[in-house]
């Protein structure tokens, strides 16, 4: 059975710091990993999602990495902002669907 | 494109009430689930469907039933509601091995 870590469960930085969230994953015969952003009392927003024959994926700010040999995943985010106070969830994507983390709450202070 | 569309957003239901929370998507997507978010718990998997017609149970379906009668469509019905089914609900859909797209969510009470 597939189960999803993440580290840390809270996170607060202030502004301007790169930062680092992990994810890690039990099986990794994984079929793609997916990175979403939930701001309170909304739904989940996808961020990168990253095929299993990737290394890597980019978007913006943002860079997300798999290393299936070893179950992990990192999400990079630089310069950060207030706006980027969020919680930050990973999912895994296997033979059965997405399996989450229970995400990272991070704040971001000005 | 709306994406996914989940109604109601909101909803308080008596203990022993039943109702009907509904899903849609108009990417043309294959594959559908509905989850389940609890505070601090991440989101669980109730039920997905592969395809029209076909479904099945995730990690938590007990006190739930769903249809996929169009691709369209996926209706998660809850009969004799309890406390423990009061959360936040997510429908989601996906395409082969894509990225899933997630509604809105239906936040949902029973007392």
């Known amino acids: 059975k597939q189960e999803v870590t993440q580290i840390p469960a809270a996170l607060s930085v202030p502004e301007g710091e790169n930062l680092v969230l992990n994810c890690s994953f039990t099986d990794s015969a994984i079929y793609n990993l997916q990175w979403f952003r939930q701001d309170p009392g909304k739904g989940l927003t996808s961020l990168l999602l990253?095929?299993?024959?990737?290394r890597e994926q980019t978007s913006g700010r943002l860079n997300a990495s798999l290393d299936k040999s070893s179950g992990r995943s990192t999400l990079y985010i630089a310069a950060s902002q207030p706006g980027d106070s969020a919680t930050y969830l990973c999912?895994?994507?296997?033979?059965?669907?997405?399996?989450f983390g229970k995400g990272t709450r991070l704040s971001v202070i000005a | 494109n709306a994406g996914v569309t989940q109604t109601p957003k909101f909803r308080i239901l008596k203990i022993g009430q039943s109702m009907t929370l509904q899903c849609t998507q108009d990417m043309n997507h294959n594959y559908m689930y509905w989850y389940r978010q609890d505070p601090g718990m991440g989101l669980k998997l109730i039920y997905y469907?592969?395809?029209?017609?076909?479904?099945d149970k995730g990690e938590v379906p007990n006190g739930y039933n769903v249809s996929r009668s169009t691709t369209e469509d996926f209706p998660l019905r809850l009969e004799l509601a309890a406390p423990s089914q009061t959360s936040v609900y997510f429908c989601?859909?996906?395409?082969?091995?894509?990225?899933?797209?997630f509604g809105s969510g239906t936040r949902l009470t029973v007392v």
């Open positions: 999912a895994a994507r296997g033979n059965t669907p997405l399996v």
């Open positions: 990253i095929q299993s024959s990737q």
């Open positions: 469907s592969v395809g029209a017609g076909i479904t």
């Open positions: 989601a859909s996906s395409y082969g091995t894509d990225g899933y797209t």
